[in-house]
């Protein structure tokens, strides 16, 4: 049981280049996020998908377009990098969204944008 | 919006001693999660809390809530060098689908 996974682990990208991040869980969670981690900032919601076929902006999603591609999946894509993108991203899932659900992690993707 | 603010950033403690993160938010929450981050992973979830005044406990953690449901500490008793890592609280507020994170304590511990 793999639980989330995410791929790459580690991506360098120039200025301007795109590229998607990509998701999956086998758990059979209705609910998927994208996150963002960076030094002393915490963890910031990019955006969620609540359930197959919706999703919604988080607290941080400008320069980031997301696609839940079916219950399983779900992908970031940056469209032109850029430095302040620089971060690790971890996707998360968990059951259903609603207030007593934890998240589950995935082992996150170490971006570097020059 | 709502903000979640937890200290300290950093703590130093002598293996054996006792560490204590605190978390304040700005409005009530309908619950708050604690996670656990070891250095170069993911986060993990620990426990959630959801009564006024909870108490829960994991062997040497203490997790409480308090009773206006807007703070919450982590206790660990004893600290251990496999207690190293950054601790995170995460508030789910009233009415709100969203959790938000603090920024987390980073936790070293000194052999």
């Known amino acids: 049981n793999a639980g989330v996974t995410q791929t790459p682990k580690f991506q360098v990208l120039k200025t301007g280049q795109s590229m998607t991040l990509q998701c999956a869980q086998d758990?059979?969670?209705?609910?998927m996020y994208w996150y963002r981690q960076d030094p002393g900032m915490g963890l910031r919601l990019i955006y969620y998908s609540a359930s197959e076929g919706t999703t919604d902006k988080g607290e941080v999603p400008n320069g980031y377009n997301v696609s839940r591609l079916n219950k399983r999946e779900f992908s970031l894509r940056l469209e032109s990098a850029a430095p302040s993108q620089t971060s690790v991203y971890f996707c998360?899932?968990?059951?259903?969204?609603?207030?007593?659900?934890?998240?589950?992690f995935g082992s996150g993707t170490q971006l570097s944008v020059l | 919006g709502q903000q979640v603010m937890q200290i300290p950033q950093y703590q130093h403690v002598q293996e054996g001693e006792d560490f204590t993160t605190y978390c304040n938010s700005s409005t009530t929450l309908s619950n708050i999660q604690w996670y656990k981050q070891r250095p170069g992973g993911h986060p993990v979830f620990l426990i959630q809390l959801v009564k006024s005044g909870e108490v829960k406990k994991q062997k040497r953690l203490t997790f409480q809530f308090g009773e206006a449901k807007k703070n919450s500490s982590l206790h660990i008793t004893a600290t251990q060098t496999t207690d190293v890592g950054t601790y995170f609280c995460?508030?789910?507020?009233?009415?709100?689908?969203?959790?938000?994170f603090g920024k987390g304590t980073k936790l070293s511990v000194i052999p």
């Open positions: 758990m059979n969670h209705n609910s």
């Open positions: 998360a899932s968990s059951e259903i969204r609603s207030s007593s659900e934890k998240l589950f």
């Open positions: 995460a508030g789910l507020g009233a009415g709100s689908y969203q959790l938000t």
